[in-house]
């Protein structure tokens, strides 16, 4: 049996995972994340013992993150047999990823905010309207 050190997650992490969420990443994309930006590479399965994800979620959450070039992959070879192991990098930096959801926020609120004036208006011309 081999010895294998993984970081954790700590309850400070915990804390900037739920915030996360409540700007509206998913959960597993922010634990990810948070796991990420704590370590400079890991593994899926470095990623499924420090915050408990299983590896389809992992698995999808990566392509999510991938698609959006917040992670980069490589594939690392192993000394046994098998299938090669896939390495995954934070590359973007944190304060990029949160302006993607500051400004997706922003637009949602503006396209809410914009309905509203729609309504009033509306409201507005058929209060003016006399009834018979």
Sequence with gaps: MKNYEVKVLDEDDLIFIETLKTIGMSRDVAKIM?????????????????????????????????????????????????????????????????????DKIYKESQATISEIKKLKLMSKQVSLTPSK
Excluded: F
């Design 34 to 102: 948070a796991y990420l930006m704590n370590v400079d590479e890991a593994s899926s399965q470095e990623i499924e013992m420090s915050t408990g994800l299983r590896q389809p979620e992992i698995s999808l959450a990566i392509r999510l993150m991938h698609n959006q070039s917040w992670v980069s992959v490589r594939s690392e070879k192993r000394l046994e047999k098998g299938r090669p192991t896939q390495i995954y990098t934070l590359s973007a930096p944190v304060d990029e990823i949160i302006s993607y959801y500051e």
